[in-house]
């Protein structure tokens, strides 16, 4: 069982930076994806990007690529979400996910199914980030 919890999220203009950190408890093997998601009041939730640790690739969403950069601290067992240029639209509860990865397939392709189901297996609690206009 994988624990997973967030912090960094808060309050910022737009055109600001937050940094989002989600420490997991364990990684029982070293070919995990791990992903972020957002959800908005009144929305579903959405994938924001997604890290394979397999092979160290990522994919981000079209509405945060260029701002946003996933990355991990494998020996802290932390995942980050570095976040540019804030927008309001950006306002969300925003949620890390772990998963194996599926096997026999490449890493990212396997990540990216977990991540287009939204069906990973551990999840955080959420921090909000609100972005004012």
């Known amino acids: 069982q994988v624990q997973l919890v967030e912090s960094g999220g808060g309050s910022v203009e737009a055109g600001g930076s937050l940094t989002l950190s989600c420490a997991a408890s364990e990684y029982t093997d070293s070919n995990y994806c791990m992903g972020w998601f957002r959800q908005a009041p009144g929305k579903e939730r959405e994938g924001v990007a997604v890290?394979?640790?397999?092979?160290?690739?990522?994919y981000y969403a079209d509405s945060v690529k260029g701002r946003f950069t996933i990355s991990q601290d494998n020996a802290k067992k932390t995942l980050y979400l570095q976040m540019n240029s804030l927008k309001p639209e950006d306002t969300a509860v925003y949620f890390c996910a772990a998963d194996r990865a599926p096997a026999a397939v490449p890493p990212l392709l396997g990540c990216l199914t977990l991540y287009a189901e939204g069906s990973f297996a551990y999840w955080g609690q959420g921090t909000q980030v609100t972005v004012s206009s």
């Open positions: 890290f394979a640790t397999g092979n160290s690739k990522n």
